[in-house]
């Protein structure tokens, strides 16, 4: 059996098509899989089983990446062609069934929609996948040792980006004596072209407990490094969607996004995010995701301390539940 798999160029969506490509792997275990993505992500999906080929997608004027995608595709007979991005190429190759993204609904989380398109029940979760290389840079990264704190202090524009400075208050907050995580170690994760808000955020944390992973790494190397980390905070991004897929405890921060479609997936998962919603925060005359400035002044160092705390809690007492079962 031979399956396409069409998805994301982004990281963040991309991650989120993981739980429905590990769906496909377990119920077609025989299937010889390619997957379609963008070059920062073919990484992720090159560790998935069954995968046989990745094909990475850069994005080109007037669509050339979807004629190159079809020449590289036409002359397989596909048993299954699954396309998220709702293109016309995957309607004109040779393919017994296809399952192809509709109109986005608003009200439901990414992963469910990605879930309606393939028919799966329950919902798949994202997942990845890491062989032994991969693990061992990991470990480079992240050096067995006390707990550590993960940050992900940047996001693809300035408006999603929480201010530097709550972000240091917030560590300070959570690495207290008297808080959850006492004098943990602290890594910054960006990714090149993310330096100067990291560096500031990594420069303020006291130097024998500062773990620096800014524009050290790809970002299947970051996310297994992510793993070995025992919590996570940061804004809206990619890296929050790696940082859950992965199975640590992530709290997203939101301004200017869609929570509702795009929080972190998981019960070990939650976020919190400014009182006013995306169109509040962006009605404004000329208004620019590109040039419109910092956007999350309104969410308080107080109230992301406290998320991170409840969620902590939860998840601890849910460890705590399951290792008396």
């Known amino acids: 059996m ?5 998805t994301s160029t982004r990281i963040g969506d991309g991650v989120l098509s993981t739980g429905a490509l590990g769906y496909l792997i377990r119920k077609y275990s025989d299937a010889e899989i390619t997957v379609a993505c963008g070059s920062l992500i073919s990484g992720i999906f090159e560790q998935a089983p069954n995968v046989v080929r990745v094909i990475s997608i850069k ?54 929609q990605i879930a309606d398109v393939i028919e799966a029940s329950p919902t798949p979760s ?9 693990r061992q840079k990991a470990e480079v990264l992240i050096p067995t040792g006390l707990p550590v704190l993960a940050i992900g202090p940047t996001a693809n524009w300035p408006a999603k980006t929480w201010s530097a400075e709550n972000f240091i208050d917030l560590i300070g907050r959570l690495t207290s004596s008297e808080s ?22 990594l420069n303020a944390i006291p130097e024998d407990r500062r773990i620096d992973v800014i524009s050290k790494t790809s970002p299947v190397v970051a996310a297994a490094a ?45 976020f919190v995010s400014t009182p006013e ?20 002044k309104s969410l308080t160092v107080t109230a992301a301390c406290t998320a991170a705390v409840d969620l902590w809690e939860k998840v601890s007492v849910s460890s705590r539940s399951e290792t008396k079962q």
């Open 2 to 6: 031979k399956i396409l798999f069409i």
């Open 59 to 112: 994005k080109e004027p007037y669509a050339m990446h979807w004629r190159k995608l079809w020449i590289e595709t036409v002359g397989t007979k596909w048993d299954i062609v699954i396309d998220l991005r709702n293109s016309l190429m995957s309607r004109l190759l040779r393919a017994k069934k296809r399952y192809i993204w509709g109109k986005q609904d608003k009200k439901k989380h990414k992963v469910e």
């Open 126 to 134: 994202p997942v990845l996948w890491f062989d032994d290389g991969i």
């Open 180 to 201: 959850i995580f006492p004098l943990a170690r602290v890594a910054i994760f960006a990714a090149s072209g993310e330096e100067e808000i990291a560096y500031k955020v």
């Open 226 to 270: 992510l793993q070995r980390c025992c919590f996570y905070v940061g804004n809206d991004s990619g890296l929050m969607h790696c940082a859950a897929a992965a199975g640590v405890p992530t709290l997203g921060l939101f301004g200017p996004g869609w929570p509702r479609m795009y929080r972190p997936w998981g019960e070990h998962c939650a």
């Open 277 to 296: 919603n995306f169109d509040q925060l962006t009605n404004y005359p000329k208004y620019s995701p590109r040039t419109a400035p910092c956007l999350m």
